[in-house]
């Protein structure tokens, strides 16, 4: 089983920064990685898809890197609603895994 | 607009059944592979299960493989999964989930673009 560590666990921004957030591969996955964000109560919302793709109607600040074992999440400039949890998720190899999760929180 | 509605979530004694149903709309159903998802209070994400546009194959974590069965009605715009022997630590959301592209090989896609609202399943005595 693919295992993806995410990191920090917990990132404490303001509004306008910029948030960089990591998912390494237990083994290679080329590009079959995605990004999902989770609101408290709420379904996860794909954000990137294959590593680097903007899923429909998602922001450009939102943008995606990597490939292999090491992946980013990059949010240019940080929004009110962007403070949430975020997942990334594989599916090179059975069984498709997800990281532990981000958790981006107000400063 | 796509939709996906699950219910049949509940309370449950460990080692009983519950059987969960997604009904879809706003997309051709019969075209997607369909995934569950599930999501153990305050923890992370987990997949389930996964079956191809047709039903013809399906797909199962370890942790539920010879319990849990995933299957469709493409009549019915509907996915299922049926629950059996429940155990204490299938406590979870359930999320059906949809694959972002239509089926072109013999198995799911995997990247899911609409999720439903989730069913929560607790198994306590």
């Known amino acids: 089983e693919i295992v993806l560590t995410q990191s920090p666990a917990t990132l404490s921004l303001s509004p306008g920064e910029r948030a960089t957030l990591s998912c390494r591969a237990s083994?290679?996955?080329?590009?079959?990685l995605a990004w999902y964000q989770q609101k408290p109560g709420q379904a996860p919302r794909l954000l990137i898809y294959d590593a680097s793709n903007r899923a429909t109607g998602i922001p450009a600040r939102f943008s995606g890197s990597g490939s292999g074992t090491d992946f980013t999440l990059t949010i240019s400039s940080l929004e009110p609603e962007d403070f949430a949890v975020y997942y990334c998720q594989q599916r090179s190899n059975w069984p498709w895994t997800f990281g532990q999760g981000t958790k981006v929180e107000i400063k | 607009e796509v939709q996906l509605l699950e219910s049949g979530g509940g309370l449950v004694q460990p080692g009983g059944s519950l059987r969960l149903s997604c009904a879809a709309s706003?997309?051709?159903?019969?075209?997607?592979?369909m995934s569950w998802v599930r999501q153990a209070p305050g923890k992370g994400l987990e997949w389930v299960s996964s079956i191809i546009s047709s039903g013809g194959s399906t797909f199962y974590a370890d942790s539920v493989k010879g319990r849990f069965t995933i299957s469709r009605d493409n009549s019915k715009n509907t996915l299922y999964l049926q629950m059996n022997s429940l155990r204490a630590e299938d406590t979870a959301v359930y999320y059906c989930a949809k694959d972002e592209r239509p089926l072109v090989g013999a198995t799911p896609e995997g990247t899911f673009d609409y999720w439903g609202q989730g069913t929560l399943v607790t198994v306590s005595s």
């Open positions: 706003g997309f051709t159903f019969s075209n997607y592979a």
């Open positions: 083994q290679s996955i080329s590009s079959y």
